[in-house]
């Protein structure tokens, strides 16, 4: 079964630290290019961060960018988020989604986790 | 950066009735347009890509059409479980942007 399992979520204060991570099964994970995309409590949903297979190209959102870190480590099958000098707006559910793989560089989130929670508050 | 507008905010609609969602880029993305369905408490789930491509186990009652700059997402005989909202998103560039989503009600 395919499936991305977020965990790393927890309360910070303003200013702190916390590390996502996102464990993928089920399916062969340097392939596909990785992204995370949060919904704050009764919002839209809004993309964060893209990871291609390698690693090599990286995007970021303009409201994470130079706060927030994508990684990922082909061999454990894991995609990470970084996330320093958290603020308020933060607050969210993270989800950890998949590339389609069908459409290179135009793919849709085809998998999506079941999201880990973000609460900055002091 | 693209903007997504999706029409309209909510719907409420009678089972059995159709069901029109659009959504509208502030430049021209071909077909690489998504739709999502979220159920509450739920992750999103894709229902059509690209365009007008339906994912495999969706009901046919849902389509989507368009390209350019302006899409629909219908669904033909609204159902129970189509309660949801649903979410239009680019993935013509970065950064990816979804519309603000429509909230289908059933009557």
Redesign the interface.
Known sequence: EVQLVESGGGLVKPGGSLRLSCAASGFTFNTFSMNWVRQAPGKGLEWVSSISRSGNSIYYADSVKGRFTISRDNAKNSVYLQMNSLRAEDTALYYCTRDGGSFRDHDPFDIWGQGTMVTVSS | ?IQMTQSPSSVSASLGDRVTITCRASQGISS?L?W?Q?KSGK????LI??ASTL?SGVPSRFSGSGSGTDFTLTISCLQPEDLATY?C?Q??T????????TKVEIK
Request: proline share 12%; charged share 15%; net charge neutral.
């Open positions: 950066d690489w998504a999502y979220q992750a999103p789930k894709l890509y690209p994912q979410y998103q993935a013509d970065f950064p990816r942007t979804f519309g603000q989503g």
